[in-house]
């Protein structure tokens, strides 16, 4: 059994900073990418930042420049932090990791973290 755990989540104003943190744990071989994806009110889950295993990050384009993503391989663990946040930035914010198990590879969610942003 994998879960991913996030935390970090909350209400902030506008400007402000949030730092999220997702936490794998279960009988995992290895992880290749994990990420963050978010769900705005009324809308689709959409890509917010992506890292592989070596480091290497991809960004949503409204994001560019305002979130930064990073990972501790030891401790299966993912993080997004937030800066400059926006109205339009408060959604769910889901953490995701591809991963290997002795069974084979799986595609693992959490269960997602409220960030709501106030004017």
């Known amino acids: 059994q994998v879960q991913l755990v996030e935390s970090g989540g909350g209400l902030v104003q506008a400007g402000g900073s949030l730092r999220l943190s997702c936490a794998a744990s279960g009988s995992i071989f290895s992880i290749s990418a994990m990420g963050w994806y978010r769900q705005p009110p009324g809308k689709q889950r959409e890509l917010v930042a992506t890292?592989?295993?070596?480091?290497?990050?991809n960004y949503a384009d409204s994001v560019k420049g305002r979130f930064a993503i990073s990972r501790d391989n030891a401790k299966n663990a993912v993080y997004l932090q937030i800066d400059s946040l926006k109205l339009e930035d408060t959604a769910v914010y889901y953490c995701n990791a591809y991963l290997s198990m002795e069974s084979g590879n799986y595609d693992f969610w959490g269960q997602g973290t409220q960030v709501t942003v106030s004017s």
């Open positions: 890292i592989t295993s070596s480091g290497r990050t």
